[in-house]
């Protein structure tokens, strides 16, 4: 969907967000080492979430937001 730098000037990281379709949920994941919960929520949800806080991962949320309002959730 779009590169962008989260720190310009205090750091060289770059992020690459993307999107993908066609997932199809196969089971509970096997490594939960990173994430508190791991759920699949309807886009009313997520945006819902979204307003409330919920989710704090400045990644997630910049994510989140750019296809909500520019990339392939838009339109959903």
């Not at 990281?13 to 196969?26: E, N, R, S």
């Not at 759920?39 to 919920?54: I, K, Q, T, V, Y």
């Amino acid at each position: 969907m779009t590169t962008y730098h989260p720190a310009n000037g205090v750091s060289d990281h770059t992020f690459h967000l993307f999107a993908a379709a066609g997932a199809t949920h196969v089971g509970e994941p096997v490594d939960r080492s990173e994430s508190e919960r791991v759920a699949w929520l309807s886009l009313d949800r997520l945006r819902d979430e979204l307003r409330r806080g919920n989710v704090r991962d400045g990644m997630s949320v910049t994510a989140l937001t750019w296809a909500l309002a520019l990339g392939p959730l838009r339109r959903a």
